[in-house]
């Protein structure tokens, strides 16, 4: 009989003992973790920075128990994601492949929903936003629209080019996210240590739990609620869908686990030539292989719920307690310029300068949103192709670069007729919720991979199986809520 994880066609996993994990202590941290920090800045240029402003200003502060809720679940799945990286070297949509019933029916549905969700350059539209706002201190209008366009496109472009150079590109997207993370949560803990009063802090801590100090009473869903707007919420609070299970990619290339035996995508400049296994690795579970997980589970903990978990809390509730304390109450401000909002909002309170300060900080966010959008989609059509046709890569002579970079212009050239097709804000609406549907499916699905392929001592425990179900539940809720809406 064929192993389970070959079952679908794929080539079975090697044997192979489980590198050593390292084992840093204070400031080694820092160089250890490393796809965390990605998926936090991900995960700050969407959600946080934009539709849970949108949401809090509209509706209040108590729907932060949505946020709450939506990474916790989220630094379970990335968690798992991770399990299944660290134990094989592949990334998990590899695994979903394993499956049946094919591998062609996944790698189809998780394309096509990549494509769903992230396949629209909404950031480098919002930041396009920002950057007019910078440059001449007001809202665009529609009027602006053209000239909108070419700034989103000149920089959509500029993070194509980005993604040339390097050595390996998963490092020059952590080096890129830490200096986005501490830039940007400085910046914004600075500005709400400034403007923001005691009682809104209040609020937003109660509001965790879906207690609305206003009303002196819970309030977990408003009356006349958006529930696209709410859904999306739940969609990016914290990354989002198909991005998330991107990150599974990013630890194979930083090495965790079995990622080490297996290679990584370099860059086009400055790289050279790796080469990447198609199929991984399995180790035997024995007393010394199972010391060597546990000190891998170690660093994971440390990046999901030391880096992602508290970074992705802390880029929702500041951005939150800002935007409700500078703009009024019930104000819709999904349109054009929802990325300057809060530029406009805190120069209409300390000066231009100040609000060109934030400006710059969204236009920076933003852009670097949409360059790690751009990476994570290419990345996860590439490991799909390579991991799913011989005859790509024979066509590649081996060398995964020419698949990524094939991904890479194809994507391009998508992006400059997708700009045109709608406001960015629709977009990310859109992104959104298609995110909270992938979540529903994706959740189960890993917990089918890592209980039916991986080795039984390697299973998640029962707490988290059913932290799994309990996500497809809560994300399945408001994917329903959203579409029937729209009926």
Same mark, same amino acid.
């Given at each position: ?26 400031? &080694?941290?820092?160089?250890?973790? *490393? ?42 799945? %990335?968690?798992?994601? $991770? ?49 007019? =706002? ?23 472009? #500029? ?6 150079? *390097? ?11 830490? /200096? ?7 910046? !914004? ?19 965790? =739990? ?7 009473? =819970? ?8 529930? &696209? ?12 869908? $198909? /991005? ?13 686990? $079995? ?23 399995? !180790? ?29 809390? #802390? ?18 401000? &999904? ?6 909002? @809060? ?22 966010? #933003? =852009?670097?949103? &949409? ?39 194809? /994507?391009?050239?998508?992006? $400059?007729?997708?700009?045109? #097709? ?27 991979? %890592? ?35 729209? @009926?």
């Amino acid at each position: 009989m064929s192993s389970p994880e070959s079952r679908t066609g794929l080539d079975p996993w090697v044997r192979a003992d489980l590198p050593e994990a390292p084992a840093p202590r204070g400031l &080694q941290w820092l160089s250890v973790v *490393g796809p965390g920090v990605i998926v936090l800045g991900l995960s700050i240029g969407g959600g946080e920075f934009l539709l849970g402003p949108a949401a809090f200003v509209r509706y209040g502060l108590s729907l932060l128990w949505i946020t709450l809720v939506s990474v916790f679940f989220q630094t379970i799945f %990335n968690t798992e994601l $991770m399990r299944y990286t660290v134990a094989t070297g592949e990334p998990a949509f590899t695994g979903f492949m394993r499956t049946r019933p094919s591998r062609g029916f996944w790698a189809w549905f998780y394309a096509g929903m990549y494509f769903l969700q992230t396949g629209w350059p909404y950031s480098a539209g919002l930041s396009a936003g920002a950057i007019f =706002f910078l440059f001449t201190g007001r809202i665009a209008a529609p009027a602006d629209s053209a000239l909108l366009y070419y700034v989103a496109a000149g920089t959509f472009l #500029l993070c194509i080019a980005l993604l040339l150079v *390097g050595r390996r590109i998963e490092r020059t997207l952590e080096l890129l996210n830490w /200096v986005m993370v501490v830039v940007i949560l400085g910046g !914004f803990l600075a500005l709400a240590l400034y403007f923001v009063p005691s009682g809104t802090w209040l609020s937003a801590g109660v509001g965790l =739990f879906g207690f609305d100090r206003s009303t002196g009473a =819970f309030s977990f869903l408003p009356g006349n609620a958006d529930f &696209q707007l709410l859904a999306a919420l739940a969609g990016y609070s914290g990354a989002g869908g $198909m /991005v998330n299970i991107a990150l599974s990619s990013w630890a194979r290339d930083k090495g965790y686990g $079995m990622g080490e035996r297996v290679g990584y995508i370099p860059a086009a400049v400055g790289g050279h030539k790796v080469k990447l296994a198609h199929a991984g690795f399995i !180790f035997e579970p024995d007393a010394e292989n199972m010391r060597r997980w546990r000190g891998w589970w170690r660093i994971v903990r440390a990046d999901q719920w030391g880096i992602f978990f508290a970074g992705a809390m #802390l880029g929702m509730v500041l951005p939150a307690v800002l935007y409700v304390t500078l703009l009024p109450a019930g104000t819709n401000i &999904q349109g054009l310029g929802i990325s300057a909002a @809060l530029a406009s909002g805190v120069g209409s309170r300390a000066g231009a300068v100040l609000g060109g300060v934030v400006a710059a900080l969204g236009a920076w966010l #933003l =852009f670097k949103t &949409q360059l790690d959008i751009i990476e994570s989609m290419v990345r996860s059509l590439t490991d799909i192709l390579w991991t799913g046709s011989h005859r790509v890569r024979a066509w590649a002579g081996d060398d995964v670069r020419f698949v990524y970079y094939g991904a890479l212009a194809v /994507v391009c050239l998508w992006g $400059m007729v997708a700009l045109r #097709l709608a406001q960015p804000i629709v977009l990310i609406m859109l992104a959104a919720n298609v995110a909270a549907v992938v979540f529903t499916v994706a959740s189960l699905h890993l917990l089918y991979v %890592n209980t039916h392929l991986l080795p039984r001592e390697l299973h998640p425990p029962l707490w988290r199986r059913a932290a799994l179900v309990a996500m497809a539940v809560f994300y399945g809720i408001f994917a329903t809520l959203s579409i029937r809406s729209l @009926l």
